[in-house]
């Protein structure tokens, strides 16, 4: 028996997402991430205040986590080398790949997950702008804190300016702590796991990653506490303003078609318009228009009946007369 959909519950049709447009976008957006961290690089001496004001904070707050975590890296080379790979490298792996992943199994997912991705890193951009900070690493030593990024430089690619490749740690803005987007992407790989992952490894995963990274964010000093905690409200502002993204999009992206539409409906307008009487129908004879046509308004001539209709009686003494109009009917005709 063939199988049948109900009314109303046909799929809706969407755009199919193409790699080829979402790999452009996506550079796009790292592109303009990378760049306005460049640009925006504040005053140091603002940017030292705000580390301090950030401690002054934590220290009212109890918080003191960056100090005891920070020791065990500098003492534990073990603990502080791979943290510092785990710091400069895996946030270009894991999110690329998990985007990646996305697009090609969860599709029906991907485009919301995309997009809240590239919300938040927007308004990170924004904090990176309004408040430059300076990472408890390039705090005076006086401060307790010591760099594991230029301690161990000699394991890794990274030179002791920053994270970045040795001799490219001038094109990166070091003051770009608040928030930590470092802890706001692992957490953002971190529910995509969990949530379409399917597996007890994958949920596991998704709790471990970003749990780890903002221990890693801290041992290194490279970020506070509450640079973590900035970045995950970060993500949750992104998420909350995802729907309002995703329909300005949609909106955007249906303009251009309406207006084809409309466009093209009133160029064959326009046509009919300049075709003019010549491509309308000829009318009728002058003869034919006198003549009389018995289905003409649906109505019949006078005396004429429908077939199988029930002859009313006839007057005394009066006798049908057989017309040709009564050929056609089931009586035959009186012989004369």
Known sequence: MPHTEAPGTEATPRTRLRWWTELPLILLVYACYSAGRLLVRGDVSDAVD?????????KALF????HPLNRLFTREPWIGIPADFW???LHYLVTPVI???LFRSRTVHYRAARTWLMTSTFIGLIGFTLLPTCPPRLLDASHGFVDTMAQYSSYGWWGGEASAPRGLGGMTNQYAAMPSLHVGWSLWCGVMLWRHGGTRAAKVAGVVYPLVTTIVVMGTANHYFLDAVAGAAVMGAGLLLTPFVLRASNRARALLPA???TGTAAEASGAERAAGPADTPAAPASGAAHSPIVSGGCQTSAGERFPRQREQRLEAGAEPDPSPSDAGDETPAPAR
């Open 50 to 58: 705000h580390g301090l004001a950030i401690l002054d904070i934590e």
């Open 99 to 101: 985007l990646i992943w």
């Open 87 to 89: 710091y400069a490298s």
């Open 63 to 66: 918080l003191n986590a960056e």
């Open 259 to 261: 207006r084809f539409t």
